[in-house]
C-alpha cells in the first residue's frame, strides 16, 4: 500500500461533552508519499496543500459526535464542499475508517483543476450540525490524463483532457481471503502492465458479511480494496469494478459456487427473490453504494461500475419478476449518475448463451456489454474431431464475437464491450493447441467491429495464463495506441476476402481492421475495401502474433473501392518467416505522388 506522509492542521481543539453538538477536533491533509518525494527540494519540505490535479487528496479527521453506527449516515453525516479555481463545486462524502485511534474519519477527492481550491466541512449527528473552519490547497499539474469518460463521438472512451482510453485488459477476480492474502499481487499487475494492458475488471467480497450485520462493512475487506486501488494507482491501471456479483444474491439459481446468498445477510431482511424489489434492501444497498463512492471514488483508476454481472443468474430476475429486476438497473444507474462526483460510466449483463440478448439492459445503461460462452448454443463445431476445411472452430469462434459485437454496434449508440467470455465454455479448453488462437482472434474481431475495450476474458489466473500470457494483448496494445477513437466519428467498411473473413473500421483520416483465414492462411489472398473515397492511400500491414509492422505501401482507391494483395513471407538470413492465419492493416489517406 502507498505510504502517505501527514501533516496536522488544527481546526478546533475543543472537544465536546456527549449529548452535544459535533465538533471537529483536527484535520490533517495527507500527501502521498510518491509525491512527497517528486516536489521535495533540498533543504525544503513539500507543503501538504499541494497536490497534482487527478491525484488524491486526502483529509484524516478527527471529530466528535453522537451515534451508534459510524457508518450509518442518518446516524452521523460527513461531507466536504470543494470549491474549484473557476468556482465550481462538489460535494464529496466523508466515510469512517478506523485506521488510527487519533482520526478515524477520512475525505478522499481528486482535483480537476490547477489552481487554488477551498474547502469546507460538513457534520451531522442526532444532536446537531457543526461546520470546519475553510482550508485550501494548490493543484498542480499532472502527469495523468485524468479520468476515464464516454468520448463525445458515443462509441468509445476518452480521458478528462480528451485524449483516447481503449480498454485492454481481462478479468482477474481476487479471491479475496484475508488482508494481504487475496489472487490480485503486484507482481501479476506488473505482468499484465508489461503486456500492455491497462485495466483489470474484478468482483469484491461482499463488505457486508454475517459477521458484520447489515449496514456494517468489513474493515479488513475494505483495506485490501485501498491495497488494490494504491497498487493499480501507481501502475496507471484502470478498474472495472463488478458491485453485484450474481452469485452473492442467488440461493439455488446455478447452484454450487454460484449459489452464496445462505451467507448473506440481505437473507435476514429478504428471500433472493424479492432482492431486487424490496425497499428495505434497497436501504442498505443506498448507504453501501454511498460509502463505496466516498471511499473508492477519487480514484482515477475506476473507470467503470460494472453494475451487475449475469443478472439472469438470480432468483430476483427468475422468481422476482424481469420487470423488477430492470426497475433495480435503472435505479442504480440513476443513483450513480447522480452522486458519482467524476460521471463514470454504467454497464451490466446478462450470463453468455446465445439467447441472452439483452437489449433493455444495453438501453438501460451507458455501455453495452454482451457476454459470450460459445459453448452455450453459439455456432461452434459440434463433432470432436473438427472439420478443418468446412467447420474450422477457430472460424466459428471469431465469426461469433465479430457478430455479437457488430450487432450491439449497429444496435445502440453507445460503447460496445463483451463483458465476460472465455473460460473453458469453448471448443478449445486451457492449455489445448488452438486455445491461445481462439483467445488471440477474439481480440482483433472485437476490435475491427467497433468495440471499445478488449473482451472481458473469465480470468486472469494459472489454470489461462499460458494462453494469455503470450504477448498477444502486448501486440494489440501497440497496434490501436496511436488510433484516436475518441476524436473521430466511425462507422464500420465493408471487407471482402478471396478466402476468409475481415472487418474493418472507418473515420475521415484512418482506416483500420483485420482478416483472417484460419483453414489456409492468409497469404496470397486479396482483401477489399468498399466504401472509400477516391485518392492515395499509404497502407500498414500489422503482423499481430509478433506485433510487427511490415513495410508501408503506396496503394489507391477507385471507385470507391480499394484491394490489396497480402504477401508471404519467406525466410530470411536462416530465419524462418510465415504470415499466419490472420493479418491487422491501417491505412491513411496521402497527398498524390
Known sequence: MRPVVSFALLVLAAATAHGAAPQFLAVS?????????????????????????????????????????????????????????????????????????????MVRFAPTEEGRWT??????????????????????????????????????????????????????????????????????????????????????????????????????????LDQVFDWCDERDLHISWNLVFHSYVSEAVWGGGNARYRNNPYRTIAPARDWFGSEEVWKYQERLYRYIIARWGYSRSLFLWFIVDEINGTEGWQEGGVDRAEAWCRRMNDFFHEHDPYARPTTGTQSGGILEWWPNGYRIFDVAAREIYEAQGHPMPRGGKPDLMNDHPLRASYLNYAKQTAALWNGFEKPAIIGECGWDHTYYEPAMPGYAAMYHNALWASLANGASATPLWWAYSPYVNDAVLTGQLRALARFVRDIDFANRQWTPVDVK?????????????????????????????????????????????????????MEPLAIAAARGTLSVAIPELTSQSGHAQHMGDDVAFKLTRRAPP
Open 29 to 105: 491533509p495527507a500527501l502521498s508519499r510518491d509525491h512527497w518525494l517528486e516536489r521535495r527540494q533540498p533543504g525544503q519540505e513539500p507543503s501538504p496543500s499541494d497536490v497534482p490535479v487527478y491525484e488524491r487528496f486526502e483529509l484524516r479527521i478527527d471529530l466528535s459526535a453522537t451515534f451508534e453506527n459510524p457508518y450509518d449516515p442518518e446516524q452521523i453525516d460527513l461531507s466536504a464542499e470543494f470549491t474549484s479555481p473557476s468556482g465550481k463545486t462538489m460535494k464529496i462524502w466523508g466515510f469512517y475508517n478506523p485506521t488510527s485511534w487519533a482520526a478515524q474519519w
Open 119 to 224: 474547502y469546507v466541512l460538513k457534520v451531522r449527528d442526532v444532536e446537531g450540525t457543526a461546520e470546519s473552519a475553510a482550508g485550501e490547497f494548490t493543484a498542480t499539474p499532472s502527469r495523468s490524463h485524468g479520468f476515464v469518460r464516454i468520448a463525445d463521438n458515443k462509441r468509445y472512451f476518452q480521458y478528462s483532457d480528451g485524449s483516447s482510453f481503449y480498454g485492454v485488459g481481462m478479468w482477474y477476480n481476487d479471491a479475496y481471503d484475508q488482508f494481504g492474502r487475496g489472487a490480485i499481487t503486484e507482481q501479476g499487475l506488473d505482468e499484465l502492465k508489461a503486456r500492455g494492458c491497462n485495466f483489470i475488471s474484478f468482483f469484491p467480497t461482499p463488505l457486508e458479511t454475517r459477521g458484520t450485520g447489515l449496514g456494517r462493512y468489513d474493515e479488513n475487506l475494505c483495506g485490501r
Open 497 to 549: 476476402m478471396s478466402t476468409g473473413d475481415g472487418w474493418a473500421m472507418k473515420s475521415d483520416d484512418l482506416v483500420f481492421g483485420w482478416v483472417a483465414n484460419p483453414m489456409s492462411g492468409v497469404a496470397k489472398e486479396t482483401f477489399t475495401l468498399s466504401g472509400l473515397d477516391d485518392g492515395h492511400y499509404e497502407l500498414r500491414l500489422y503482423r499481430t502474433w509478433p506485433g510487427i509492422y
